[in-house]
C-alpha cells in the first residue's frame, strides 16, 4: 500500500482559498511544495487541476473528478479517491487539494505537511481541523518573508 501526505497551506483561520485561487503569493512556500512533491504522485480534485491549469512537472498527476467526460492530457482522470489510490503502488503520494479531497482524505493520510501563515485572509474555502487526539506535530520550521511581510511555519504532523 502506498504511503499518503497531505500537503497544504493555511492561514491562521485555517483558509485555503478564494474563488478558486490562493489568497496569498508566498514563493518560500511554492518553492517547499516543489521540493517536496517531485518526484511523486501528486493527487488533486478537477478544481484545484483547473486552478492551476496544467500538469505538474516531475510528477505522477492524478485528478479526481465526478465528471466521467473530463480528461486533460498528462494527467490519470479517476472518479474517487479510492480509485486514485488503488493506482499507486508502493510509492508517496501528496494530496494538494482542495476542500472536498482534503475533508474525505484526512482519515486516510499518515501524515500532513502544512504550511501555516500566521496571518488571515478572506477565504472561502477551508483546511478541517488537526484533531491533535489523531495528529501529532512532530516537526516545526519557522521562517519570515521580508518580502511579503508574513511570519509563517512549515509543520509536520504525523498521525498518532
Known amino acids: 500500500m502506498s504511503s499518503l501526505s497531505i500537503i497544504v497551506a493555511t492561514d491562521s483561520k485555517l483558509g485555503i ?26 493527487i488533486m480534485g478537477r478544481k484545484t487541476f483547473e486552478s492551476i491549469g496544467r500538469p505538474l512537472p516531475n510528477r505522477r498527476n492524478i485528478v479526481v473528478t465526478r465528471n466521467h467526460e473530463w480528461q486533460h492530457a498528462g494527467v490519470e482522470v479517476v472518479a474517487s479517491l479510492d480509485a486514485a489510490r488503488a493506482l499507486l503502488d508502493q510509492e508517496l503520494a501528496f494530496i494538494i487539494g482542495g476542500a472536498e479531497i482534503y475533508s474525505q482524505s484526512m482519515e486516510l493520510a499518515n501524515e500532513l505537511v502544512v504550511t501555516e501563515i500566521q496571518q488571515e485572509f478572506a477565504c472561502d474555502a477551508f483546511f478541517p481541523v488537526i484533531n491533535p487526539l489523531i495528529w501529532k506535530e512532530t516537526g516545526r520550521e519557522k521562517h519570515f518573508s521580508k518580502e511579503k511581510n508574513l511570519h509563517f511555519a512549515f509543520v509536520t504532523y504525523k498521525k498518532i
Open 17 to 42: 482559498g478564494i474563488d478558486n485561487k490562493l489568497p496569498w503569493h508566498l514563493p518560500e512556500d511554492l518553492a517547499h511544495f516543489k521540493r517536496t512533491t517531485t518526484g511523486h504522485a501528486i
